[in-house]
């Protein structure tokens, strides 16, 4: 158990009646970079916001180091699929990453250490130059560092990404794996993604989420084992920031604002 970050046991939800997620058995463990991957509408994530106690199971239990997530809320960095303000909105980058310490000030002003350890978790995503540059005029890549460095403010021991790498260029993709690959040496990291072969090239394991779920090792993943959970060709969607789509597979025939993938 020592080694188990993140631990389902049997979960099952429905969203009303509906069921997204059955029989799920999962267990994370310490210091692992997992790709959760699998087609829309799979539950990745469902299965991301009942790691971080956002939902409760309709059956089974979620443990995030050996208790309930949201008891361990402070030791998780959550880095979303989209960004809950408009990117216009006139905020720096330093106010970004501080707003990840918002939660400790409530009743007051940022006190010195916060702008302290805000400053230290631009460093550690290679973003300090930037810290007084409005988001709005921030690269995509800079942007999806800033969200990085936000989650890291915390000093989180598990850090989830949801599509980190949606809206940014293959050269960047690559350069926020890297950072990823950099930060893993401290903290379990999970990040959803639509680019399996992408995900497969840097994660340790790879988590399948279609309803139900598994947990492969990379080094010992077969190409059975990959067809066999896509059952051969699949497309996926990327959701775009503006993305107004809640089930995705209703979109296959509709106008969508999102790039296709054919795995
Ligand atoms: N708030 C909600 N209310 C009702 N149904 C929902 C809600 N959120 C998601 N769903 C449904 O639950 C299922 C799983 O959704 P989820 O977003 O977890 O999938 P996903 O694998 O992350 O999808 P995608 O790859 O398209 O982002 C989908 O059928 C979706 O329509």
């Not at 492969?216 to 896509?230: M, P």
């Amino acid at each position: 158990m020592d080694n188990v970050v993140i631990q389902f046991r049997d979960v099952c939800f429905a969203y009303d009646q509906q069921e997204v997620l059955h029989n799920i058995d999962l267990s994370i463990p310490n210091k692992s970079l997992v790709g959760v991957v699998g087609p829309n509408g799979g539950g990745k994530t469902t299965l991301v916001k009942l790691t971080l106690g956002l939902l409760k199971p309709s059956r089974g239990t979620v443990k995030v180091f050996d208790e309930a997530p949201e008891r361990r809320r402070h030791s998780i960095g959550y880095v979303p699929q989209h960004l809950s303000f408009d990117p216009e909105f006139p905020v720096s980058a330093l106010d970004v990453v501080l707003m990840g310490r918002a939660d400790r000030h409530w009743f007051g002003p940022y006190r010195r250490r916060d702008r302290i350890k805000a400053v230290e978790a631009l460093e550690r995503v290679n973003l300090a130059h930037l810290s007084h540059r409005s988001l709005a005029h921030l690269s995509g890549g800079e942007r999806q560092r800033a969200l990085i460095a936000q989650a890291l403010v915390s000093d989180p021991e598990l850090l989830i990404l949801d599509e980190p790498t949606a809206n940014v260029d293959t050269n960047v993709e690559h350069q926020i794996y890297e950072l990823l690959h950099e930060l893993n040496k401290q903290m379990t990291i999970v990040v959803v993604s639509h680019n399996l072969n992408v995900v497969t090239r840097h994660a340790s394991h790879l988590a399948c989420v279609n309803r139900s779920a598994s947990l492969v090792r990379v080094d010992e993943i077969t190409e059975g084992q990959l067809s066999a959970f896509h059952r051969g060709d699949m497309t996926v969607i990327q959701h775009a920031q503006d993305c107004h789509v809640h089930d995705a597979s209703s979109v296959m025939c509709e106008p969508h604002h999102g790039k296709e993938t054919r795995l």
